[in-house]
C-alpha cells in the first residue's frame, strides 16, 4: 500500500495519483500496513475453593440412615379392647331399654294409625308418659310427640292441639284449648284441661284427622 503524504489516503501499489486528493504518488515509497493481530483473551482465572476456618462452618458428613426398630404388633390387643368395648355398648343399650320400659310404671305402650284425614295406616308410637298431638313448629319451639303437620294440609290441628297421659296403668287424652276441638269415638267435643280415658280401639278425632287409638299386647 501507498500511502498519501498530502492527505495520507492508502492507495494500491503502483498507483501514481492519490484517489482521494489526486496528488501525484510517484516517488512516494510504498508503505506496507500490516494488519494488527486479534485480541487474545486472557485465560480463565480459577477461584480456589473456601477455607473454612470455623468447625461449626465446615460441611459434616452424612450420618447413615438407620431404619426405625419394628413396632411390636398390638392388632391382637386392639381387637380384645374392640370386642369389650361392643360387648359394653350392647350391654349398656339393653340395661337401658330395660329401665326405659320400667321407669315410671311404664309397662305397657300403645300407638295411634291414622283412619282418615292423612296418610291412611301411618303410625305414631306413644313411648313418654305424656304425648303431645299437634304440628311442628320450629319457630315457636313446638315439637310434638305426635307431628301431624304433614296429614293436615287444611292445618285443622292445632299446634298444641291434645295430650295423651298414661297414668296409674291408664291412657288419658286432653284437649289442649284446640281450636277445632278434640272427640273420642265421636262424642262431645272435650272441654280443654278435662281429661278422657282411652281403651284399646278408641276412634280420636284431632281437627279433620281420624286416629285410631291401639295398645300394645
Excluded at 319451639?141 to 298414661?166: C, M, N, T, Y
Amino acid at each position: 500500500m501507498i500511502t498519501c503524504k498530502q492527505c495520507s489516503t492508502e492507495n494500491l501499489d503502483g498507483s501514481e495519483y492519490c484517489d482521494e486528493c489526486g496528488a501525484k504518488l510517484k516517488g512516494m515509497a510504498a508503505v506496507r500496513v500490516v494488519p494488527a493481530a486479534p485480541a487474545v483473551p486472557p485465560p480463565p482465572q480459577f477461584v480456589s475453593p473456601p477455607q473454612f476456618n470455623s468447625p461449626s462452618l465446615a460441611p459434616k458428613p452424612a450420618t447413615p440412615f438407620t431404619p426405625p426398630a419394628q413396632a411390636a404388633p398390638v392388632a391382637a390387643n386392639i381387637t380384645s379392647v374392640a370386642s369389650h368395648s361392643t360387648s359394653n355398648l350392647v350391654g349398656n343399650a339393653r340395661a337401658t331399654r330395660v329401665e326405659a320400659g320400667s321407669a315410671n310404671g311404664l309397662l305397657v305402650h300403645a300407638r295411634l294409625v291414622i283412619q282418615r284425614g292423612g296418610q291412611i295406616g301411618k303410625e305414631f308410637s306413644l313411648t313418654e308418659n305424656d304425648s303431645l298431638i299437634g304440628r311442628w313448629d320450629a319457630d315457636g319451639g313446638i315439637f310434638p310427640d305426635i307431628d301431624l303437620d304433614q296429614d293436615d294440609p287444611e292445618a285443622k290441628v292445632s299446634r298444641r292441639h291434645a295430650r295423651i297421659h298414661w297414668q296409674n296403668n291408664q291412657y288419658a287424652i286432653e284437649d289442649l284449648g284446640s281450636t277445632n276441638g278434640t272427640f273420642v269415638n265421636r262424642g262431645p267435643r272435650l272441654l280443654p284441661g278435662n281429661k278422657q280415658a282411652l281403651k284399646n280401639g278408641d276412634e280420636i278425632i284431632v281437627g279433620k284427622t281420624f286416629l285410631k287409638f291401639v295398645t300394645q299386647s
